[in-house]
């Protein structure tokens, strides 16, 4: 990560401001991935290592329309996301549907299989290099923001990853659809007891979980960098936000994406020689504390 | 293991078995030694393929008999295979010294991470095995000095088997000695899941709760097949550097972890012979598909676990099982 620092603020002002920045940016691509994942785990209860899958079919699949056909970001995302949604609908009505109720060993091992379909396939079709992303040029570059330069792009980034965030909410906390969700949910008996059809809210929640990790993944693509390792490289980052977050949450995971993000950041800004081990330590601790997440009952 | 269990683990004997099976599985030991004279040039691979194999049994005993699904057993097989590196580097470069101490270590790794891990189920378990690897192999990647970082640990020697046997080029002292390992650690296995404490664990396997409220104390059983897991995880990382006088990074990583489960779950999980199925199997499709293009080896694994998980549930054991069955030749049970 190049960091700027400028006479204005001090150093240690413009590391502030530097790593809340780019921990944002990151947190929230980590929660656009990752929030899918724990509403669908907390609605099935089946373990899906493969989520990561989705977010790199979007990032390729918004890449790809921006490279060969020229569209520009704002046309290539909303198109990418309906691509991995519909791929994400038909996935779960053929396939996962059909592990639910199986061991936990029987569902990683089937999610386990995806990831290594999906890297196989990618690899055939784009290669085995990873995807530059070409920005149009009002995107390039980096901003001056009191003093200190910053990525115009990643501004792009948060504040488009905050409106989802923002209608993401609404449609969960204020609509028939996000209670039906929140009721299933909470009990699945019970749900369909008063006539709620599960299956078809499973599906619909599914597609919707992976049309914002292809989202997340098309918007972070400069980020979590688009190639074939993808699912695989990610895997603890996604599953780590949503074990802490507390399955069936929306907000669990959230604080989970932004406290990662932070940290994360902070951490190889701060001690670049120690990487990850840190924010590993801290999660082992925080789920020995509370194995079912900061949201999840005790 | 409060009880009298472990004493019964010593003493019960591995229970019936029917004839056939006990032929074959003594033929195929038997076969087996024959490998080095027979087909000399292939000697080596063997040896890569007997390492495997115990390190797939061992996690057979935590996935096929507990119950307990990890993501992260290549972190035991890597303690294992770098305490005995480095070791062989600094201190003493005797195989068995060092495959105790390797052993010792990934027990000693089990017991600590395990006991922290084991309180919780489900995702958290699966997420903390996950994060346990990660940490180490990042540690091993920062210690470079110490472990040698990317470029793992070059030129690891080790003194003569016993004083006597050599570790020679053509590799058959390595493979006779993963081989003798690989039985022991088998017969000890067989004797484990024949035992009380065997059956215990299958019961907690099947349904936890039961088995507490039948008095059975669930923690500690799941943590003792967790570190005896790990000590012959442990074994076959040391065996693996003595035998091929190299530790690489890749040895802690997700990948290798993700490996041994994909040999187990082809052969067939909770079976014992499982790992013996697998193994050679994981390596023979790895050999033809990966010669092209790795992306065919991904393909190739992940149609196998998809087959598998959903319609060939048991592996290929469980597969031949059912065949038997469906004969009416009378397979047991």
């Not at chain 1, 994360?264 to 840190?278: H, I, N, Q």
Request: proline content about 3%; hydrophobic content about 55%; some cysteine.
């Amino acid at each position: 990560m190049e960091i700027k620092k400028s006479e204005w603020g001090g150093e240690t002002m413009t590391a502030i401001v530097t790593v809340l920045f780019f921990g944002v940016a990151y947190g929230m691509i980590l929660y656009l991935i990752s929030v899918g994942l724990s509403v669908t785990m907390g609605l099935m209860g089946f373990v899906n290592l493969a989520h990561g899958v989705f977010a790199m079919l979007g990032g390729y699949a918004a890449v790809t329309l921006m490279n060969q056909t020229g569209m520009s970001l704002f046309a290539a995302l909303p198109l990418a996301c309906l691509a991995v949604t519909v791929v994400g609908f038909v996935l779960e009505r053929t396939l996962y549907s059909r592990l639910y109720g199986r061991s936990e060993l029987d569902q990683v091992l089937f999610s386990m299989g995806l990831i290594l379909i999906s890297m196989a396939l990618v690899r055939l079709i784009w290669g085995p290099m990873a995807q530059p992303v070409q920005l149009p040029d009002y995107l390039k570059g980096q901003s001056l923001v009191g003093g200190i330069e910053l990525p115009t792009y990643r501004f792009v980034l948060v504040a488009f990853g905050a409106a989802v965030i923002v209608a993401l909410w609404v449609i969960f906390e204020r609509t028939l659809f996000g209670a039906r969700i929140r009721a299933a949910v909470d009990n699945r008996g019970m749900a369909q007891a008063i006539g709620i059809d599960t299956g078809r809210l499973f599906a619909v929640t599914f597609g919707l979980g992976t049309g914002l990790a292809a989202l997340g993944g098309a918007l972070g693509a400069d980020v979590l960098a688009i190639a074939p390792n993808y699912p695989l490289h990610y895997i603890v980052y996604f599953m780590v936000v949503v074990a802490v977050g507390g399955l069936g949450s929306i907000r669990g995971p959230f604080i989970a994406a932004l406290s990662i993000g932070l940290a994360d950041t902070a951490c190889k800004y701060l001690l670049p020689e120690m990487g990850s081990v840190f924010i590993f330590a801290f999660v082992f601790a925080l789920l020995l504390w509370r194995p079912n997440g900061i949201t999840g009952k005790r | 293991m409060t009880d009298r269990s472990t004493a019964a683990i010593l003493l019960l004997p591995p229970d019936g078995v029917s004839g056939t099976r006990k032929a074959l599985s003594m033929s195929l030991w038997l076969a087996a030694l024959a490998i080095p004279t027979l087909v000399p040039g292939y000697t080596p691979l063997a040896n890569q393929m007997v390492v495997m194999i115990l390190f797939a049994l061992s996690l057979d005993l935590l996935v096929g008999f507990t119950g307990i699904v990890t993501l992260g057993h290549a972190a035991l097989f890597g303690t294992g295979a770098y305490t005995a590196g480095i070791l062989a580097l600094r201190l003493t470069n005797d195989p068995l010294i060092t495959a105790l101490c390797g052993m010792a270590a990934a027990a000693l790794v089990g017991l600590v991470t395990g006991s922290c891990m084991l309180r919780t189920k489900g995702l958290a378990f699966l997420v903390l095995s996950l994060a346990a690897a990660f940490m180490l192999h990042e540690l091993a990647n920062m210690a470079s000095s110490v472990t040698g970082g990317d470029d793992g640990l070059q030129g690891v020697s080790f003194s003569p088997l016993l004083g006597v046997f050599e570790f020679d080029f053509r590799g058959h002292t390595a493979f006779y000695y993963s081989l003798a390992c690989l039985f022991a650690a088998f017969l000890l296995v067989r004797r484990v899941v024949n035992s009380p404490f065997g059956w215990s664990l299958r019961g907690i396997r099947e349904n936890d709760g039961r088995m507490r409220a039948i008095g059975c104390p669930i923690y500690a059983r799941r943590l003792a097949a967790y570190v005896m897991s790990s000590a012959l995880a442990g074994l076959a990382g040391a065996l693996q550097a003595q035998t091929t006088q190299f530790v690489a990074l890749n040895s802690l990583s997700l990948e290798l972890s993700g490996d041994v489960l994909i040999m187990l779950i082809l052969g067939g999980s909770g079976r014992l012979y499982g790992a013996f199925v697998g193994v050679p199997l994981f390596m023979f499709a790895q050999d033809l598909l990966a010669k092209e293009d790795p992306a065919n080896w991904y393909l190739g694994q992940g149609l196998i676990l998809m087959v598998m998980t959903l319609f060939v549930p048991g592996g290929v054991l469980g597969l031949v099982e059912r065949l038997r069955r469906n004969l009416g030749r009378g397979g047991r049970r």
